[in-house]
Each structure stands twice: as C-alpha cells, then as structure tokens.
C-alpha cells in the first residue's frame, strides 16, 4: 500500500541534516518512506491531507516510562523527607515483597505504552521503577510489556531491569546499599533469556537491550557480564550512573575515581552504552572531589548520553551543559524520563537550561535538542532507518497541528512547536507505516477504562510508601499535598 501525506511544513533529511520544506508531501509504500517532496507523480492508495500542520520524524525516548509515574511523589518532597521516601532496612528484614498483583504489574505497561504514542513517541527505551518491586523487574511482566507494544504498534528496546543492590534506610537515617548478589546474577540471566526470545518479535518492532539498574547497585562481575552479553547478543545498554550525589560519592569512598571513570576503566563504556543523566562528573559544581575529564572518556568511547533535562530540572540538578557535551563531540540522546512523556517540554527545559549555564544561544538551540531527540537516538540504536524523513527511511512519522490558537503565529516552524507547543498537538502517529493514532485516537483502546485503571494502580502504589519508610510517619506527613485538605472554607 502507498500513501501520501501532506502538510504546510515537512521536517525532510538532506543526508547530513534535517531540512525545513513548505507545502510538501511525505509518500510511503508500506514500512518505508519512498519520496519526500513537493510532487510526487506517481499512483498511490491513499492520500492524507494533515492541512497547516508539521511533518517530522517521529521522536526517540531512550529513557521513557514503562509505568506509571512514582516521581510525583518525590519531586516536591523535602530533602529531610527524600529518605523517607526509600526502602527501610526494617522492610527488607521484614521480607519485602510485591505491591502490585501480575495482572497490574502487566497493566502498567499497557498504560505507559499509549501515553507515549499519544505525545508522538515512535521508538522507546523504556524505564520502570523498583521502589515498589520485590526487587527488580520479572520476566514475565516484560513479556507482557513486549505484547503491548507489539499489539499497539510502538518500536521499543526492551530487557527487564536487575541488580545486586538497593538502597536502604538505617534507623538513624543513614542510607547504605543493601546486597543480594544472587539475585543480581539471576536478573542478568533472565536479561539475557528475555533477549535470546524477544529479539526481532512483531516483524522487528520489539528489540532487546540490558537494562542493569543504577550503578552503584551493580557489582563489578555483573558490569562485566552485562558488557560480555552486550557484544555477544549484539544489543544496547542502558545504565543509569553519574546521576546523584549519593551514587558519585559512593563509588568515589570505594574506588577513589568517578563513576565515569570507574565504568572507563572496566571496559564498560562504548558505541552500544547508553547512559541517562551523566550530570554527576569530575567538576560538577555539587561533586565533593574526584578528578579527571570524565567528558573525555565518554568521546573517546564514544557513549551516549541520554539527556532528561525535565526530571533532573525537577529535582533541581542540569547538565552542564548540553552545549559543552556537545561540542566535545559526545553523541546526544534524549529521554522524558517522568510524566508527562513529553519531548517538546524536554527540549525546551533542556534548551533553557543549558542556555542558563552558557549564557549563550549557541548549541542550546530548539534544533540543537530536537537533534539530540531524532538523530542522535537512531545513532545510539545503529539505525539510519530512523530519526528522519527520507527515502529509504522506515516511515515513523508524527503530524503537529499548528490550527490551535495557542500556537500563535508562525515563523519557524520547530521553534514554534517547543516554544508553545506539547505533546498533546500530535494528531496523528504513524510507525512502521501502520498509524497507531489518530486525532487522539488509539484504535481499539478505551482511554477512558485505561485512565481510571490507572488511577487505581497509582492509588495502590501511594499506600506503599507508608509501608516502607524507615519512620511510618503518618499518610498526611509523609506525603503531603500542596495545600491543605479541608471540607468547606
């Protein structure tokens, strides 16, 4: 099946860049796009006129949710109460266990999955919180993970996430790691059988990665084993690290390096390691010692790094700055990383932040980051397939109304949808060449049922907290709201 798909503006791939044409067309015969231009002359099956909208490639999320946002709850909690927030020592010796039933664990998914679609995401690399797991992510709650994407037609990378450690709460306050290394070691096995099953399933749409939790939670064996299997499954990494005071102090007590350094120095870094944040380096204005030129290493490997400039903003941390990564040549991906999964408010905090720290425009522009969100994923990934509108290119597309009177008035089209647009402009998604939205619209999926599901399921993984702080200080205290709750004025 061919269709063309028309708009006021094309975001087009002159081979080295994205380009800007004006009342242009995108044509595609089944996965793949076959012309971009003005006037194709050829028959097709099906023509689309998405009127005064933008035709861009559709975004890459290296980072973004596979559940349920918890950071709702934490972003806003009080430095005194972030701990309060952890796993106690009390809760692990008292056996901890699943909050959530597997029927919600495979719910959760569902739920990520079409919000993503919904604010013009075509490949993710998804991201799910332990804070209210047993331990890590299941096998079978990812298999699930891998049929919802499969059936609502998301490119994803998937592996389910493991390690060796946790963070915990003495009941002094003090936060130390808590091991379990034979659990570590059979997450990476089940890592591993996920990848050998899932590879390739839903014609290429389901790939598999490694997904080792935050590093300080990893012990040095399984960094290693999850590089070994990296190189001999030939799949991505995804390792969280260089993201927080707790996790750089830590590792710089127990080895006298950084945690970049550290991950240098066992091999761990390259083309296929991607890692989210990557903030926390030598020089960082919040680093209390360590040394070196952790920017360095990570060129000379050449390592992504997954910039989520709202979740860091939100907890009050940058990157410093995406301008000075990258004009060290260091390969930019972007991830949202938080609710919502929205890629047009991340390159606009991502831009305004960098442009904070610079003082300067100059390679914190909208395009600089709307880059970093299309290109520089599909570097990450190895696929020139993706993160362009050009011939040959698979045709993950997404339409940008510019009709709502919130836009305002038009000059250049990108900076136009970062500096007023959101995820919610995306009217119509296409990925693979099958349209996955439209006009709001998942096909076969009740919105509504899948909102108040949701609902509930974060309703449950609130109660949780209570069960886990190291004080059981009260609902109302440990959780409180932006103003009080009262019955009338």
Request: proline share 3%; hydrophobic share 40%.
């Amino acid at each position: 099946m061919i269709t063309k798909l028309k708009a006021k503006y094309v975001i087009g791939f002159d081979g080295d860049d994205h380009v800007i044409l004006k009342d242009s067309e995108v044509v595609y015969e089944n996965d793949t796009i076959i012309y971009v231009g003005k006037n194709y002359s050829k028959e097709v099956d099906e023509v689309i006129d998405a009127g005064n909208a933008v035709i861009s490639p559709g975004f890459i999320d290296l980072n973004a949710l596979g559940d349920i946002d918890h950071d709702i709850l934490h972003f806003e909690a009080s430095s005194d109460k972030q701990k309060n927030l952890l796993w106690s020592k009390r809760y692990v010796e008292n056996g901890h266990h699943e909050v959530m039933t597997a029927e919600e664990e495979s719910f959760k998914s569902l739920y990520a999955y079409s919000q993503l679609i919904l604010h013009g995401v075509t490949t993710a690399m998804p991201i799910t919180s332990v804070f209210y797991k047993k331990w890590a992510e299941t096998y079978e709650e990812l298999a699930e993970a891998a049929n919802h994407a499969g059936r609502l037609g998301l490119r994803i990378y998937l592996g389910p996430s493991y390690q060796s450690g946790i963070r915990v709460v003495e009941p002094d306050g003090t936060i130390k790691l808590y091991w379990d290394e034979e659990a570590g070691r059979a997450g990476l096995e089940r890592a591993v059988k996920f990848v050998e099953e899932f590879d390739g399933a839903y014609n290429g749409l389901v790939k598999g990665m490694l997904a080792p939790e935050r590093i300080e939670c990893q012990t040095e064996e399984s960094l290693k084993q999850t590089k070994f299997y990296s190189e001999k499954l030939d799949v991505p990494i995804k390792l969280h690290a260089a993201q927080g005071t707790f996790e750089y102090h830590t590792l710089l007590e127990k080895h006298g390096i950084t945690p970049i350094r550290y991950l240098y120095n066992l091999g761990f870094l390259g083309p296929k390691t991607g890692i989210p944040h990557a903030h926390f380096i030598a020089g960082y204005s919040e680093a209390l010692g360590g040394e070196g030129d952790d920017i360095a290493l990570l060129t000379e490997t050449n390592t992504t790094v997954i910039h989520c400039p709202l979740i860091i903003g939100r907890h009050a941390s940058a990157l410093e700055s995406f301008a000075k990564y990258k004009r060290a040549g260091i390969n930019l991906a972007m991830g949202t990383d938080t609710f919502p999964p929205d890629m047009f408010q991340n390159i606009r905090t991502g831009s305004m932040l960098s442009r904070l720290i610079e003082k300067d425009v100059k390679d914190s522009t909208y395009g600089d980051l709307y880059r970093a969100a299309t290109l520089g994923g599909a570097n990450f990934l190895g696929r020139d397939d993706l993160g362009r509108i050009a011939a040959g290119a698979k045709a993950d597309i997404i339409v940008i109304d510019l009709d709502g009177f919130h836009m305002g008035v038009i000059d250049d089209p990108i900076r136009t949808i970062i500096a007023n647009g959101s995820g919610r402009d995306v009217k119509l998604s296409i990925i693979n060449g099958r349209l996955v939205m439209q006009d709001r619209i998942i096909p076969d999926l009740d919105l509504e049922e899948i909102k108040s599901k949701g609902q509930k399921y974060f309703n449950k993984m609130r109660k949780g907290y209570l069960e886990r702080d190291f004080q059981q200080l009260p609902e109302n205290e440990l959780l409180s709201s932006s103003f009080k709750t009262v019955d009338f004025v």
